[in-house]
């Protein structure tokens, strides 16, 4: 599959809560980050996705990122197809970029582009 999804996030009211939630039911590992945000990891070593906050203090969303190596290119097909560039690509993270679109009903979908890996 040459764009898989590789991250999702569940935003809501109590992140910390919502966290707990996915936890128990899948028995997923839940680690603390910045900003009231939990990491969540569901096998393996590295998180495979995110718990937080909604920023907008609305009843919250759940974004799943698929990988790409042109975010511009990604965005500018999905405006050609009838969506609608919602974030521009954006490094939140060191090395990593994300953008987001909405599909032409208005579903909100991330566009990630990862960084090298850390070394070590």
Known sequence: MPHPVIWYEVMGRDAESLSRFYSDLFEWKVDPAPNDYFMLTA??????????ADPSGGD?????YVETDDLQASLDKAETLGGRTVM???EPMQGTTIALFADPEGHVVGLVKPGPPPEG
């Open 88 to 90: 521009p690509p954006t």
């Open 43 to 52: 096998e393996g070593d590295a998180p495979s996705a995110g718990v937080g």
């Open 60 to 64: 919250g969303h759940v974004t799943f």
